[in-house]
């Protein structure tokens, strides 16, 4: 499984919240694939030979940028053509951004103006780099150029056409209102809360263009070291047959019981998410292959398609490969990489504990059976390729060893290079080499764009104190009050995140939400951990959830009761949160605190897991099912009280289910 089919393609890209690329060919496909290799070779180098900061962020946006104009199209001309349609007239458009089925499937060639755009991306960033000592300190000083100005107002514009392109309208307004609040926010009435001074546009552009407060600040770090690195790792273990390993390896794990297939699926989900990095493409991908073989286990569509959907965004929420949020997370924190992985850890075994429970359930409900599927035996297969999880597991052991996530993951690229000689249908000579380094790239174009464009939102919140104003504004209108201030902040960010990618919704919700939590009393990572769950689930909240939207795709079956059926397998990772940020002992579900009272919360939370689940489908009657959820909430408060009160009412379920169960069948 190291390509996707058409099919499956199509599918990543109708869901995904990244618009699709074009389909290049001849010299230009060669010429952007070298590029792309060389920026990854490029990045590799770097981290053992490092260079200034801001250098470093300029130098691959510079590549970067002119291959999102080559790479992904306007969309202009089709809605140009929808706009002006005579009446009657067929649109001729079929797919995704108004491409033409015939035109998305062949080869593809930018327009004069994608090259104007391109080259102008690599004028105004190699300008500043051709002398950036003198370039920093003229931004430092407040006395720009006026070519400096310029330069910066044109980086600008286009960015927002590379997050237009690439991502959508909605981050590009979103960025749009910032800018505008920057230039005009004097105006605003004296009495409100978010007025300010003013900036014009040589101060704008000093503060996003010229240091790293702007386009250049930690959400391009992260884009540029971590995020590239990790798709490089990716893609040499897709490159190297790790795929086909994991979603072997996961169907011959659970072969005999009635609930195997949805565990089976739920294993090479989490598997498959350590290569691809993306809920939809896990969903797509885990799809192709699973929905077969659910739909022989007797299970019927939409139960599937939550399956798919659930398994597939876990993925990124899962150590060892997070998502890029994450790494952002380690940015602000100035944590390691690993810590971030430590604080995912208690939370991500409650995750997958609530769907196996879910799916344990659901088996006995739906009478599904067990599948045989022609799968090797699991033990054969990890002798023989059990080698692919040496690299997963040497990135832990490198960062437990005080090296940089950064090394870790390059020096764990090179093992998984060189254990792919070990499998001749996959080994890795020079032509495969030089694609996995060229997707690594490629794959990281969107998040490249929305990581520098989201500079401008944070840059703008940074200059004019906005981030704090709405931290305020938000915790005012809760009255103080940190459950109210949860609850608004957990809505906030998944409104956001079904307007924007996760990355942008993260970065967003960090810089205006962390505060008005941490003001009430939350840790940084707390807040942090809280903003990231929900920001990845919303990729499973409707009324949008896009990877229950692509799973039902697959499956056939009711997109709307996909989305619920999803949301029922993660409840779980949308009620934990609040856990370690509501209650005193929620930061040991982060792993923080004795190692005892971390044991004793685990276990807690595992039993609110399994409360949740005979809630939402595990009792038959809603007496002991709104019983059940109450219990479950209780637990989650962490606190001695609560617990001993919560295994009292889930023991008054259970006996209330026991007898309603005995009088419905007195035999």
């Not at 910032?178 to 300010?196: E, K, N, Q, R, V």
């Not at 003013?198 to 930690?218: A, C, K, N, P």
């Not at 344990?360 to 739906?366: G, K, Q, T, V, Y």
Request: hydrophobic share 55%; glycine share 10%.
């Amino acid at each position: 499984m190291t390509e996707l089919s058409d099919r499956e393609s199509e599918l990543v890209s109708a869901h995904e919240q990244e618009r699709p690329a074009r389909q290049l060919g001849g010299v230009l496909r060669l010429g952007v694939w070298t590029a792309g290799g060389l920026l990854s070779a490029y990045s590799l180098v770097v981290v053992f030979w490092p260079i200034e900061a801001l250098e470093h962020r300029m130098t691959f946006l510079a590549v970067a940028l002119p291959l999102v104009f080559l790479c992904y199209r306007s969309g202009m001309s089709s809605l140009l053509r929808r706009l002006f349609r005579r009446p009657g007239e067929p649109d001729g458009v079929d797919g995704v951004d108004g491409v033409d089925k015939a035109a998305a499937r062949g080869v593809e060639w930018p327009s004069v103006a994608d090259w104007l755009l391109a080259a102008a991306a690599l004028a105004v960033l190699v300008y500043p780099l051709a002398g950036i000592d003198a370039f920093r300190e003229r931004g430092s000083g407040a006395a720009l150029t006026d070519l400096d100005v310029v330069a910066g107002l044109v980086l600008t514009v286009l960015l927002l056409e590379a997050v237009r392109r690439t991502v959508g309208w909605a981050l590009t307004i979103i960025c749009l209102v910032f800018l505008i609040y920057a230039y005009f926010g004097a105006y605003l009435p004296i009495d409100w809360t978010i007025g300010h001074r003013g900036f014009d546009l040589g101060q704008i552009v000093s503060q996003l263009y010229t240091g790293t407060e702007g386009f250049f600040g930690v959400p391009m770090q992260v884009a540029a070291s971590y995020i590239v690195l990790f798709t490089i790792y990716g893609a040499v273990l897709d490159f190297s047959g790790a795929s086909r390993f994991f979603i072997d390896l996961s169907f011959a794990a659970f072969r005999r019981s009635r609930a195997a297939p949805g565990r089976t699926v739920t294993m090479a989900g989490f598997l498959l998410g350590t290569v691809s990095g993306s809920g939809v493409a896990t969903t797509v991908s885990l799809g192709s292959v699973a929905w077969p073989v659910l739909r022989r286990a007797g299970y019927p569509k939409e139960p599937a398609g939550g399956i798919l959907a659930a398994g597939g965004i876990g993925a990124i929420l899962s150590p060892p490969t997070l998502g890029a949020a994450a790494f952002i997370i380690a940015e602000y924190l100035r944590v390691s990489y690993l810590e971030v992985l430590l604080y995912a850890t208690i939370p991500t075994i409650l995750y997958y504990l609530g769907i196996f429970l879910a799916i344990e359930i659901d088996s006995r409900r739906f009478g599904t059976h067990a599948v045989q599927v022609d799968a090797p035996k699991a033990g054969r297969l990890l002798l023989r390729f059990g080698y692919h999880f040496s690299s997963l597991i040497l990135i832990i052991v490198l960062m437990a060893l005080d090296r940089s996530a950064f090394q870790a993951v390059v020096i764990a690229t090179v093992i998984a290079f060189a254990l792919s000689f070990l499998d001749p249908e996959h080994r890795m000579g020079p032509r495969r080499v030089a694609q996995a380094l060229a997707k690594g790239t490629l794959e990281v174009l969107p998040v490249t764009a929305v990581c520098a464009a989201a500079g401008i939102i944070v840059g703008v919140i940074t200059q004019t104190g906005l981030g704090l104003n709405l931290s305020a504004i938000i915790v005012d209108l809760a009255a103080g009050n940190l459950i109210l201030t949860t609850l608004l902040s957990a809505v906030a960010v998944m409104l956001l995140g079904l307007a924007v990618p996760v990355t942008a919704s993260f970065i967003i919700a960090a810089v205006i939400i962390g505060p008005a939590l941490t003001a009430l009393g939350a840790s940084q990572a707390e807040a942090y951990m809280f903003v990231f769950y929900y920001a990845v689930l919303s990729e499973v909240s409707p009324p949008t959830a896009l990877s229950a939207v692509a799973a039902a795709a697959i499956t056939g079956g009711n997109s709307y009761r996909t989305m619920m059926m999803t949301w029922r397998y993660t409840l779980p990772a949308f009620l934990v949160p609040f856990a370690f940020v509501l209650t005193p002992n929620g930061q040991a579900l982060l792993g923080q605190g004795p190692i005892g009272t971390v044991l004793l919360m685990t276990v807690v939370s595992a039993v609110a897991v399994a409360a949740l689940a005979l809630a939402t489908g595990g009792l038959s009657g809603w007496p002991e099912r709104l019983l059940a959820a109450v219990a479950a909430v209780l637990l989650l408060f962490l606190e001695p009280v609560p617990i001993v009160a919560g295994l009292a009412v889930l023991a008054v379920a259970s006996a209330v289910h026991l007898v309603r169960s005995r009088r419905r069948d007195p035999a």
